[in-house]
């Protein structure tokens, strides 16, 4: 059964957080404070979080800078997944993949399914890797925010967690890029 090995040590792992938003700040930033504060309660480091609003570029550039910031071992965003004109995050972040991670997508929408019924085909949630950073792109609402916390990046950023989590294969996830050097 999945769970914690209570004989593995925790291993905090730096975690970027990046809001998506053209009407957003930081003193409004509910779906922000939600994964900031989840973080913090996890044990795990906040290294940044910053808010850009609903542009291809500004998007892809900050995520970008961030994988290649030593101490930053995942960025998660939130905005910008939806259909209007104005969503553009997995436009902007999903070239940036050099692994794509279907699986989060699939296991986001059964959980928000569980919450919010059919409305969760409106969200166009994903993850992957580049430059050995997980990145993962949740809907902007705070709910949203706690399901993909709460049911998926809480156990998966636990080294303890059994039978398997990211924090064991972090180090290996630029073997490509070593072979090629």
């Known amino acids: 059964m999945p769970g914690i090995d209570e004989n593995r040590p925790f291993i905090p792992v730096g975690i970027a957080v990046l809001t998506v938003s053209d009407t957003r700040s930081l003193e409004n930033d509910k779906s922000g404070d939600t994964l900031a504060a989840r973080i913090a309660e996890a ?6 979080r910053a808010i850009v609003q609903d542009d291809k570029q500004a998007i892809a550039a900050r995520v970008k800078a961030w994988t290649k910031t030593d101490g930053i071992d995942v960025v998660i965003t939130t905005g910008g997944t939806g259909f209007t004109g104005r969503d553009v995050t997995p436009e902007a972040l999903e070239p940036l993949f050099e692994k ?3 699986g989060f997508s699939e ?3 059964r959980i928000s399914y569980d919450k919010i019924g059919t409305s969760t085909i409106q969200s166009r949630a994903t993850a992957g890797v580049a ?3 997980f990145i993962f792109v949740l ?3 705070p709910g949203a925010c706690k399901d993909a916390w709460d049911g ?7 080294y303890r967690h059994m039978p ?3 924090v064991e294969i972090m ?3 630029d073997e490509h890029l070593k072979r090629r050097g």
């Open 164 to 166: 398997c989590n990211f």
């Open 107 to 109: 296991v986001f929408h």
């Open 43 to 48: 044990g795990h480091k906040l290294i940044d």
């Open 152 to 158: 998926i990046l809480k156990a998966q950023l636990d």
């Open 139 to 141: 809907p902007g609402s």
């Open 131 to 133: 430059n050995a950073t």
């Open 100 to 102: 794509r991670m279907d």
């Open 171 to 173: 180090p290996r996830l």
